[in-house]
């Protein structure tokens, strides 16, 4: 049962990084489209570049079925893609929003403990990245109301999707032991 329970989570693992995979792919290549005519060349680039990665995690996780693999490749692209649109500001300062999608994806890609630690260096990078001073590297500036918040709440989201997890775990393992006590 143990065996099959794995296989069960490998499928539904593998449904989800499929799923944010072809999302990610489509997004930031309709985002790139947008950016096109928009006359942003460098976000341009850069969104087109990320649908190219995302789609190579797809055909990675379909075709030669490499979950783990894949798994790195979607969420160390959404990692770089978000540091870069911190760093850059994205479209009128509109790219720190992307942040609140990297908590969620994270602890359910990597598991609770992995997803957290990697959420910990992610949130330092972002945190080096926004209170950098400009005169060392030349980036986007926030106002430290924006800085604080921003922090603040992708802690919160952090944490409602740790403990989603969590308690997902939990109640995971509590079916799994019911249908072993019932066979």
């Not at 593998?14 to 792919?25: A, D, N, P, Y």
């Not at 359910?108 to 957290?116: A, E, R, V, W």
Request: proline letters at 2%.
């Amino acid at each position: 049962m143990n065996n099959e329970a794995e296989n069960n989570g490998d499928l539904q693992q593998t449904r989800v990084i499929s799923l944010f995979s072809l999302l990610g792919m489509s997004m930031t290549f309709m985002m790139g489209f947008i950016s096109l005519f928009n006359s942003n060349l460098v976000l341009t680039i850069t969104l087109f570049f990320a649908s190219m990665i995302y789609c190579f995690a797809y055909i990675c996780l379909k075709k030669y079925r490499t979950l783990k693999f894949s798994s790195y490749i979607t969420i160390y692209s959404l990692y770089l893609l978000v540091f870069y649109l911190v760093f850059t500001g994205g479209v009128e300062q509109t790219g720190p929003l992307w942040i609140f999608i990297v908590a969620p994806v994270s602890v359910y890609i990597q598991g609770l403990t992995s997803g957290l630690i990697n959420l910990a260096f992610f949130l330092s990078i972002v945190a080096i990245i926004i209170f950098l001073p400009t005169d060392i590297i030349q980036h986007v500036t926030y106002s430290m109301e924006f800085k604080l918040r921003l922090i603040l709440s992708f802690l919160t989201t952090s944490f409602l999707s740790a403990l989603y997890e969590y308690l997902r775990m939990i109640s995971f393992k509590s079916a799994l032991e019911l249908g072993n006590k019932h066979q």
